[in-house]
């Protein structure tokens, strides 16, 4: 069968990485072809993902391999931009969000800009009892005047610095205020009870501070390539996620060389480990990937690589499944 028309056409500014001089993003446009193809699959793109096409599985048992290997549960939902396919495994399970929410908050910080609600340049200050565990960017900055609001989403999400995430959290109004703004979003699933650090406890069976694999990827398509941000604050969002420091041995080792990846990751106790992303294959839609793991034993490299492993496959089953259409 014919590929579909986004799948032959260069994907342009919704589904594209475009230069952003103010986050230093220097990256290049692909060429945008064939509009009335590609306006018909943005719209469905767009959709809500009850009325897209149906799921598929992940093989099985490659999934339950990788679960073995670490002792883990693990959750999976690759959602194709091109047509709302998703292909998943515990897709509806619920899996501690860890730092993964940080992608979220900004997001929500990004809507209120675009409402005149909030300005990416307001500073804040850092004082230092606002300081909690593992804050790389915000502790130098405690007698300096602080962050513009901007600088602490680079931080959050670049090196998931967190008490810049407790600080976008207080300018959102806290978790609460967070958790309503995914409701808004369609996004019933989705909640944040607490802040950094306590949000990484991540004891089985807590619902504080979860997801789904399905819910996230639906939120991240509506934020990163549908309209729920203005076209400025998606390429500021996909700009942080590009300059992602802390993922390397994730779903980026996974990659092919001529893909390109904006993702977050997270990590907390019972073994929890994450990473969620929006992936850019040559010529064609973006895909938006969740993986969470939580319930594992096995040293943080060996979670590290199974993570690597569910990317490596969802490569070689999104790849065979275009090439079968």
Same mark, same amino acid.
């Given at each position: ?178 958790? &309503? ?6 996004? +019933?699933?989705? /909640? $944040?009870?607490?802040? #950094?650090?306590?949000?990484? @406890? !991540? ?97 943080? &490299? ?6 690597? +492993?569910?990317? /490596? $496959?969802?490569?070689? #089953?999104?790849?065979?499944? @275009? !090439?079968?259409?």
């Amino acid at each position: 069968m014919p590929s579909s028309p986004q799948r032959l056409c260069g994907a342009d500014h919704r589904s594209s990485p475009l230069h952003s001089s103010s986050l230093a993003v220097k990256l290049a446009v692909r060429p945008s072809r064939c509009w009335k193809q590609w306006l018909a699959a943005a719209a469905l793109a767009c959709l809500p993902l009850g009325a897209q096409a149906a799921d598929k599985p992940l093989s099985a048992s490659a999934i339950q391999d990788i679960e073995s290997e670490v002792g883990a549960r693990i959750g999976v939902t690759v959602l194709d931009t091109a047509d709302g396919t998703r292909f998943s495994w515990r897709g509806n399970e619920r899996f501690p969000m860890s730092s993964t929410f940080k992608v979220l908050a900004c997001g929500h910080l990004l809507s209120r800009v675009d409402e005149g609600q909030e300005s990416l340049s307001r500073k804040v200050a850092i004082r230092p009892a606002d300081l909690v565990t593992y804050s790389p960017i915000t502790e130098n900055h405690t007698q300096d005047g602080g962050l513009t609001l901007e600088a602490l989403c680079h931080a959050t999400i670049t090196t998931s610095d967190n008490t810049a995430g407790n600080l976008i959290l207080d300018t959102l109004g806290g978790p609460a205020a967070l958790t &309503a703004y995914l409701r808004r979003l369609d996004d +019933d699933s989705t /909640r $944040l009870d607490r802040r #950094e650090t306590a949000l990484n @406890e !991540a004891t089985p069976g807590d619902p504080r501070d979860t997801t789904t694999p399905h819910a996230m990827a639906a939120t991240l398509q509506r934020l990163l390539v549908g309209d729920a941000l203005s076209e400025p604050s998606r390429l500021a969002l996909q700009g942080w996620m590009l300059a992602n420091t802390t993922g390397d041995d994730k779903l980026r080792a996974a990659l092919p060389d001529d893909w390109q990846i904006a993702d977050k990751t997270g990590g907390g106790g019972y073994g929890t480990n994450n990473d969620v992303a929006i992936l850019w294959p040559p010529l064609r839609a973006p895909l938006i990937v969740a993986v969470y793991l939580t319930e594992s034993e096995a040293e943080l &490299a060996a979670r590290n690589a199974a993570i690597a +492993d569910v990317g /490596r $496959l969802l490569v070689k #089953e999104v790849l065979e499944d @275009e !090439a079968s259409r």
